[in-house]
């Protein structure tokens, strides 16, 4: 099942996609300013980790609303934005920003691997896009 507007098709899967990517980007830029997700994750906030955590939340937010474009322009930036925001984990994991032991741990690696599966997914589903 797919949703119209104005002579847009929306495949479902494509939409929920760039939902969950815009809600995990905003709830990694609140991370980025608290420093807590859902009682697992704590970590010292520091302006460079608040910066590099919003910028990359963000990135996963744009990569989500590029997306909804339904356009092959959108859906090369929101896999761009995509990596952006997987290579700011990363950075965030290799200065020590972001701790990298037991639950954190687990939760980096899942997340990362949901992005990944976003990009995948979208790079899939090209087609898709106008």
Do not use: Q
């Not at 700011?88 to 741990?105: A, K, N, Q």
């Amino acid at each position: 099942m797919a949703g119209e507007t104005n002579g847009v098709i929306r495949p479902r899967g494509i939409m929920i996609a760039a939902a969950l990517m815009i809600v995990f980007g905003i709830a990694e830029v609140a991370t980025g300013f608290t420093g807590h997700f859902l009682g697992g994750i704590s970590v010292t906030t520091s302006t460079e980790y608040t910066i590099a955590a919003v910028a990359t939340g963000s990135c996963y937010s744009l990569a989500g609303v590029f997306v909804l474009t339904m356009r092959r322009w959108g859906a090369g930036l929101g896999i761009v934005f995509l990596c952006a925001e997987i290579s700011g984990r990363v950075y965030l994991v290799s200065t020590g920003l972001y701790p990298f032991t037991g639950t954190d741990e687990g939760a980096f690696i899942a997340g990362t691997i949901i992005a990944v599966l976003f990009a995948l997914y979208i790079g899939l589903r090209w087609n898709r896009f106008r």
